[in-house]
């Protein structure tokens, strides 16, 4: 989890020296996940190479990957507040455009990819379930570099994950039923395991054990990265016989994923009539996936190649996020209409 920058204390204020945190005392923790968010697809691909040259190092730990997302989900709790909550009813319809455009792009890209490139079944439901996971774990600190609506990010990847014990197997059952058998049922009790719970004994210690948490946020961008990264590794490593053959048209797949997601995340935001700051937001809330998740169930319920589009994912999307948020960071906002009231 890279969600130093995640809560609205943080959310960006624009002033004519650029962008910087409402709370100046949170501007080290800001500061910290940027330089998370550079390191983090360098560890992640460190963590592949290592996973591919020693699979047998890795290997013994597949059984670990649901309780490695589980540090990572509670380290999303730590860094949610009640007013994060409180900005979806101020915010409804923003809020829910950018659910339903989340849940409504992703999933569908993922299955007409994997339908147009033909993937055979593995690889395509692993796509698919790339598609259905709930937003990613950068996604907050990306809108925060690209100088987006960083209040209304937090609102739809906590929504987005909260929602995702039901809606992420609902997807998966109808748009990749048709690759391989899904058993929607479990699918439902390893992500309240694994994500929901986690989730809210992060919120109820930051809620009870406020400055212990306080001290700890700074460390949780570098934390969340060793994990996903060692996650990566495990899933790599259980593939690693098939990568060589089957690495290009996942790296394609995955491209053109993440492409569809980051622009018709956007695309969603100026058709909804949101501001461009909120347009920014969109645009990584859409592209941007849970991938330990999406990695996590598809080791669990599947093989381990299904695993490896969310291994490529969880590399290219941030860094593909931290270009585009670079690229958008130097261009002007273009209005300041509110967003989504």
Not at 133 to 140: C, D, F, I, L, V
Not at 233 to 250: C, L, Q
Not at 293 to 304: R, S
Request: net charge positive; charged share 10%.
């Amino acid at each position: 989890m890279l969600e130093a920058t995640k809560t609205p204390e943080t959310a960006p204020l624009a002033t004519a020296a650029g962008v910087v945190p409402l709370n100046p005392a949170l501007a080290a923790e800001a500061k910290v996940a940027r330089i998370a968010v550079t390191v983090f697809p360098l560890l992640v691909l460190a963590a592949g190479v290592a996973g591919f040259l020693l699979p047998g190092a890795f290997q013994p730990l597949g059984p670990a990957v649901p309780y490695l997302l589980g540090i990572i989900m509670f380290c999303m709790g730590l860094t949610l507040t009640p007013p994060d909550f409180a900005a979806v009813a101020r915010r409804p319809w923003a809020v829910v455009l950018g659910i339903v455009a989340h849940y409504v792009i992703m999933p569908g890209a993922g299955w007409l990819i994997a339908t147009i490139l033909q993937l055979e079944p593995a690889l395509a439901v692993g796509l698919i379930l790339v598609g259905c996971a709930p937003s990613g774990t950068a996604s907050n600190v990306m809108a925060f570099l690209a100088k987006g609506d960083v209040a209304l990010s937090v609102a739809v990847a906590s929504v987005s994950t909260l929602i995702a014990p039901i809606v992420t197997p609902i997807l998966v059952l109808f748009l990749a039923g048709s690759f391989l058998s899904i058993d929607a049922g479990a699918m439902v009790l390893d992500i309240v395991k694994t994500v929901l719970v986690p989730v809210i004994a992060g919120l109820m210690a930051r809620l009870f054990l406020k400055n212990l948490v306080a001290k700890a946020l700074p460390a949780l961008p570098w934390a969340s990265a060793v994990v996903i990264s060692l996650i990566v590794a495990v899933v790599v490593a259980g593939s690693a016989g098939k990568i060589v053959a089957a690495g290009g048209i996942v790296f394609l797949a995955v491209v053109l994923h993440n492409g569809f997601g980051l622009g018709l995340g956007y695309l969603a935001g100026k058709l909804g009539r949101l501001d461009d700051k909120a347009r920014r937001a969109l645009a990584f809330e859409v592209g941007m996936q849970n991938s330990g998740l999406a990695a996590t169930l598809a080791t669990a319920h599947f093989t381990p190649l299904a695993a490896l589009p969310s291994a490529v994912f969880s590399l290219w999307h941030n860094i593909s996020g931290a270009v585009v948020a670079a690229w958008l960071a130097r261009r002007p906002l273009q209005d300041s209409t509110p967003s989504g009231s």
